[in-house]
């Protein structure tokens, strides 16, 4: 196991959750995908490592392109306005897409996302989350076909997961010190 980032008070997932994680993720999708070829939607920043290991782990013929869209700034919390600051270059029409994100929380921003993509027309549409936090009494705006791993209610980093455009390099998921964040 990597030594642990001073920042972080505990792991939440090992190396090797992590890669058990994505390799069942990635023999499910290929199961459900064979002969459909499909699109995989990384939603930047966040979802590009869990997006590139999902890829090796889907065995059959796929696609890749990627989103960028905001609605934390360097906050903790959602501002709720979401902006695309990177558009796909692949048309979806007629595609099977799936969106690959590194956590579901509120699932608001994945909604919208969802939505955007729906309007054209892809084929089909699912989530692929790799993490989804369980808040107490609530329920996300989407529900992922492909679920990783459940987290605590807590602010986590590691495995693409940031704050402030820190710690996405950790090769494990963690929860944050507090007060690395109320500084």
């Not at 969106?99 to 994945?110: C, F, K, P, Q, Y």
């Not at 940031?162 to 950790?170: F, G, I, K, S, T």
Request: glycine share 6%.
């Amino acid at each position: 196991m990597a030594e642990v980032h001073p920042d972080v008070e505990s792991v939440v997932l090992s190396e090797e959750d992590i890669r058990l994680i994505v390799s069942s993720m990635g023999r499910r999708i290929s199961e459900d995908y064979a002969d459909k070829n499909p699109l995989i939607v990384a939603v930047l920043r966040g979802a590009f490592v869990f997006t590139a290991d999902l890829m090796r782990a889907i065995t059959v013929p796929c696609s890749v392109d990627f989103m960028a869209v905001s609605s934390y700034g360097d906050g903790i919390k959602s501002s709720g306005v979401v902006r695309i600051v990177k558009d796909l270059d692949t048309k979806v029409e007629g595609r099977h897409v799936i969106v690959a994100e590194d956590i579901l929380d509120s699932g608001l921003t994945l909604s919208y996302l969802v939505k955007l993509l729906r309007s054209r027309k892809p084929a089909s549409i699912e989530i692929a989350a790799f993490s989804v936090k369980d808040i107490p009494n609530h329920a996300p705006a989407v529900t992922p076909r492909y679920v990783g791993a459940h987290v605590p209610d807590a602010f986590v980093v590691g495995y693409g997961l940031d704050y402030a455009e820190r710690y996405r390099n950790l090769p494990y998921v963690g929860i944050l010190k507090s007060e690395v964040y109320s500084r």
